[in-house]
């Protein structure tokens, strides 16, 4: 199964390293990469990105897994809740929460800086974020 772009523009460009053409850049709202209908997760997962924030966007989700319907389990990654600039993670069953992560405390995001996230969910539905490489 592979993954393709929706929207423009989507291009690859330069990773941290400053290597060419080993990052993917999804920098307008509505471009995003989409794979395939299928269960992807699941009693257990790891889920870590590298991502370089170019503006806090509305919720910017860097990973919706799920269609959003009744009974159904959708993950979410996000490098903003609304528009504060500060990482958050959910479990949704439908639009219910099952489980929530958002650190007030937590300093905003800076544009122009990479980031790792990293979201480790177990089989007793607990989950933990990490923020370059610290418990959030």
């Given at each position: ?34 794979a ?86 177990n089989?007793d ?12």
């Amino acid at each position: 199964n592979n993954l393709y772009a929706n929207g423009t523009p989507t291009a690859w460009s330069r990773d941290r390293f400053q290597r060419e053409n080993m990052a993917l850049s999804i920098r307008n709202s509505g471009s995003f990469l989409q794979a395939p209908s299928d269960k992807y997760f699941n009693d257990q997962f790891t889920i870590t990105v590298w991502v370089k924030i170019y503006s806090c966007s509305h919720s910017a989700r860097i990973i919706d897994f799920g269609d959003g319907g009744e009974n159904n389990e959708n993950i979410i990654l996000s490098y903003s809740l609304l528009t504060t600039c500060k990482p958050f993670s959910a479990l949704l069953n439908g639009n219910t929460p099952i489980w929530v992560h958002f650190n007030t405390t937590l300093k905003p995001l800076d544009v122009n800086v990479w980031y790792h996230l990293s979201l480790v969910y177990n089989i007793d539905k607990m989950s933990k974020m990490y923020l370059n490489g610290f418990l959030v």
